[in-house]
């Protein structure tokens, strides 16, 4: 991996998966024994958490009657 201008680097794909990290969720970087460790933020939202916030009061009778499989996959995922 590289460190970008930024300071950023790139947690490969498996990883994320088998560590059930997602986008939007929240890490910290903690030093410890001169090694940087990633860590989950512990009261933090979880992915279906900021899910449901997203989500809350779009629902309704008819709110998504109607629509097409584009719209409501625009609708779910906030775009």
Same mark, same amino acid.
């Given at each position: 991996?590289?460190l ?6 790139t ?8 560590h059930?990290? &997602?986008e ?5 970087v903690?030093?410890e024994?001169g090694?940087l460790?990633?860590? +989950?933020v512990?009261d933090?939202e ?6 449901v +916030? &997203?989500?809350r009061?779009r629902?309704?009778?008819g ?8 719209e409501?996959?625009?609708?779910l +995922?906030g775009e």
């Amino acid at each position: 991996m590289k460190l970008n201008s930024k300071g950023q680097v790139t947690i490969p794909a498996g990883l994320r998966a088998r560590h059930n990290l &997602h986008e939007g969720d929240e890490v910290d970087v903690v030093e410890e024994g001169g090694a940087l460790r990633i860590v +989950r933020v512990a009261d933090a939202e979880t992915r279906g958490q900021r899910l449901v +916030r &997203h989500m809350r009061g779009r629902g309704g009778a008819g709110a998504v009657e109607g629509l097409s499989t584009d719209e409501l996959m625009e609708l779910l +995922r906030g775009e």
